[in-house]
């Protein structure tokens, strides 16, 4: 199997947000550069990032010394600065960066950041972006429900290689320490006028139950197991 490509973030502002952001993503074996105005912040963060910049973040001849073409995804972390934050976007658009996410503070902030170039708009709390971290270093996880710190619910594509393999075959539960616990079909069906429309089905199947690699798996494990089985 080929190793998939090792994916680069930049994430620009480095408070509390921020910095989880860069320290789940680093944790998770990412390339982060990190990116505050701060010496103090880039301080805390310079020995678990691949990166740390002390730079202001609405500069563009400062953002010209940032390795960005290798930039997969950057996070404008910003808070409560919306200047900063709307400047840094607009900076990291016309530099190329291929998908940018920003926090928004307020509507109208959220607009002007959609204006300038942001590819996704968050407003979340700080505690959050543990949860961020995760879903961007495992794009291919849809959702995750915690029911513990370590144990979660999430849902997820079925790897390609699953197609046409039955469940108990697979023996997940002692392969991998996940179990499936529901399987979530969605079928495009045409109305009376011809219209499509999607019609999603929930199967709580046994172990004779063979996967379709349109299905989507409901796995229940604990965290590291699912980042192992997202990693197939």
Request: with cysteine; glycine share 6%.
């Amino acid at each position: 199997m080929a190793k998939k490509k090792e994916q680069v973030f930049t994430v620009i502002g480095l408070g509390a947000f921020g910095s989880q952001v860069c320290k789940v993503l680093a944790d998770s074996g990412a390339k982060v550069i990190a990116v505050d105005s701060s010496a103090e912040r880039i301080d805390r963060v310079k020995n678990s990032v691949t990166q740390a910049v002390i730079m202001d973040a609405t500069s563009e001849e400062g953002f010209a010394k940032l390795p960005l073409e290798d930039t997969d995804i950057a996070v404008v972390a910003i808070g409560d600065n919306m200047e900063a934050s709307i400047l840094s976007t607009a900076l990291l658009k016309k530099a190329g960066v291929r998908y940018i996410i920003a926090r928004a503070i307020s509507a109208i902030h959220r607009q002007v950041l959609r204006q300038v170039g942001a590819d996704e708009i968050i407003n979340i709390e700080e505690d959050e972006g543990e949860q961020l971290a995760i879903r961007l270093i495992a794009p291919q996880i849809l959702d995750r429900i915690p029911i513990s710190k370590d144990i979660s619910i999430a849902e997820v594509y079925t790897p390609k290689d699953f197609s046409g393999q039955s469940l108990i075959d697979l023996d997940l539960r002692s392969r991998m320490r996940v179990n499936v616990i529901a399987i979530k079909k969605n079928a495009v069906e045409l109305d009376e006028q011809g219209n499509p429309h999607s019609n999603e089905e929930i199967l709580f199947p046994d172990g004779n139950y063979r996967l379709d690699e349109d299905d989507i798996m409901l796995i229940v494990g604990q965290n590291q197991d699912i980042e192992a089985f997202n990693s197939l």
